[in-house]
């Protein structure tokens, strides 16, 4: 079992930066995939990052590429998203996820494990 807590999460201008901390409870970390998703009202959970095990793999949803990074450390059994250049549309709720492999999925059917999420607000 795993359980996830996301941190980091609050209004931010348009343009600006913000970075979401996601700490995981249990053994064996670095065996687990973890995953960043958000979903926005009315509409459903979308993907946005993905990285594998040891941290040397990673995925990205294209509206995101080139302004977010994920990243881990599993020393301290976190993952990390820094949200860069942030836009309007980046507005929503967004969701730590682990997989019990170590191997990056896009998909939500894909995660066993999920965070209550952490509420992300963008100002224009």
């Known amino acids: 079992q795993v359980q996830l807590v996301e941190s980091g999460g609050g209004l931010v201008q348009a343009g600006g930066s913000l970075r979401l901390s996601c700490a995981a409870s249990?053994?064996?970390?670095?065996?687990?995939?973890m995953a960043w998703f958000r979903q926005a009202p009315r509409k459903e959970r979308e993907f946005v990052a993905s990285?594998?095990?040891?941290?040397?793999?990673?995925a990205y949803e294209d509206s995101v590429k080139g302004r977010f990074t994920i990243s881990r450390d599993n020393a301290k059994n976190t993952v990390y998203l820094q949200m860069n250049s942030v836009k309007f549309e980046d507005t929503a709720d967004y969701y730590c996820?682990?997989?019990?492999?170590?191997?990056?999925?896009?998909?939500?059917?894909?995660?066993?494990?999920w965070g209550q999420g952490t509420q992300v607000t963008v100002s224009s």
């Open positions: 996820a682990a997989r019990s492999t170590g191997a990056v999925s896009t998909t939500t059917y894909s995660y066993s494990y």
């Open positions: 249990g053994r064996s970390f670095s065996g687990y995939a």
């Open positions: 990285i594998n095990g040891n941290g040397a793999f990673t």
